[in-house]
């Protein structure tokens, strides 16, 4: 059986696996992206970004696959609203698939192929062997380096060994609508913070312009049924809305793990649990650790580095600890319910404060702190 041999291997075209195709290229490597679907696809995402966070893609707010800008942000909890006023930065809302066909072309014209309808069924952490399934049949490949980006609590890692399943309170199930109504204000993002309306989660709306709108929820509480939830919710908010499209899909909100490196293998994005547990945000998070990744792996094809673990190293270093205080605090909200959210606004309220004298400077540290959306 012939074998093809490649620097890198890379599973899934997500942000994260994206992201190490282009960065492995820059780093002068040879690199291959595998993905399961036919098609590109970021359908199940509220699609929120700030400016700058997209600057760093190498993108403006102005290209196309910014559907809207929002300079408002409601948070409505159990007893009260709380607002801020976007001065200084632009909340944008963006067609997730758009970005991810454009990063697509971007891997395209650094020859890096993305191999559509390519499902890897398994690997070999310790030999690099990965076996691939297509429409032409079976395919074993003989990689230097496996970059998993493959998504949440898939089997290959499990398979392999390297990691169990989640536990179902630390995987959120999420379901959107696009709806349609005249009056949705395009300006605002809103976020439902009720225990009550969203167990273990909560709701949003982030609109796309022309009376339309992303609602949708995540919820941890695996009791509940978050389409129904979400559909008897849009009737009560939005009463005269037409539902356009629905979505579904899970991600990981669990703790970070210690080990992200196995000998040839490391685990990039949701596959990695590099999500923050208490919004759901990971998308910019994705694309660095996806960058950091396929730099690593540069370096270690070039005989810079003895092994992968830098990439583990350079993770836990920038985000570690942000991603356990996430994890932390999402735990006592699932625990504590509405009180813990009235906590949680409590010992941030004075940043709502500081931003009627340093707005610029409380914006750009409340994206960060969330890192990105």
């Known amino acids: 059986m012939k074998i093809d041999k490649i620097d890198v291997a890379i599973i899934g075209a997500g942000f994260a696996g994206l992201s190490a195709g282009i960065h492995a290229a820059q780093a002068g490597v040879k690199a291959v992206v595998f993905e399961s679907e036919d098609k590109l696809n970021g359908d199940c995402c509220a699609g ?6 997209l600057a760093r893609m190498g993108f403006s707010a102005d290209s196309d696959f910014v559907v809207n800008k929002v300079n408002r942000i409601e948070l409505v909890l159990s007893n009260s609203v709380v607002a801020l006023d976007l001065k200084h930065i632009s909340g944008l809302i963006i067609d997730k698939t758009m970005l991810t066909v454009r990063l697509a072309s971007l891997c395209e014209k650094a020859d890096v192929p993305v191999l559509l309808g390519s499902k890897v069924t398994g690997y070999n952490h310790e030999s690099g062997l990965i076996t691939v399934e ?16 493959s998504g949440c609590d898939t089997k290959m890692a499990r398979d392999a060994g390297l990691v169990k399943r989640l536990d179902k309170k630390d995987v959120c199930l999420c379901a959107q609508y696009l709806i349609k109504q005249p009056s949705i204000d395009k300006n605002i993002m809103k976020m439902w913070c009720s225990q009550e309306l969203a167990p273990a989660g909560y709701i949003w709306s982030f609109p796309t312009g022309k009376g339309q709108s992303r609602v949708g929820m995540g919820v941890c509480d695996h009791k509940t049924n978050p389409k129904k939830i979400i559909e008897d919710f849009i009737a009560d908010e939005f009463p005269d809305a037409e539902l356009l499209k629905y979505v579904g899909a899970t991600i990981p909100l669990a703790p970070p793990m210690e080990n992200i490196v196995f000998d040839k293998v490391m ?5 990695a649990n590099q999500v923050f547990a208490l919004t759901g945000a ?14 690593v792996a540069g370096r270690y094809l070039n005989d810079k580095l003895p092994n992968l673990l830098q990439y583990e190293k350079e993770c836990k270093k920038r985000f570690y600890r942000k ?32 931003h009627r004298l340093f707005p610029r400077w409380v914006e750009r540290s409340a994206w960060k702190h969330a890192r990105y959306s």
């Open 323 to 354: 991603l356990l205080n996430s994890y932390n605090i999402k735990e006592k909200i699932r625990l504590g319910g509405n009180d813990a959210v009235e906590d949680l606004y409590r010992k941030v309220r004075p940043l709502f404060l500081l």
């Open 134 to 149: 297509d429409e032409l049949g079976e395919n074993n490949f003989q990689a230097d380096v496996i970059i998993d980006a």
């Open 282 to 295: 990971g998308n910019m998070l994705a694309y660095d650790c996806g960058a950091i990744a396929g730099k």
């Open 48 to 53: 929120g970004l700030p400016d700058f966070g």
């Open 267 to 271: 685990l990039v994005g949701d596959r």
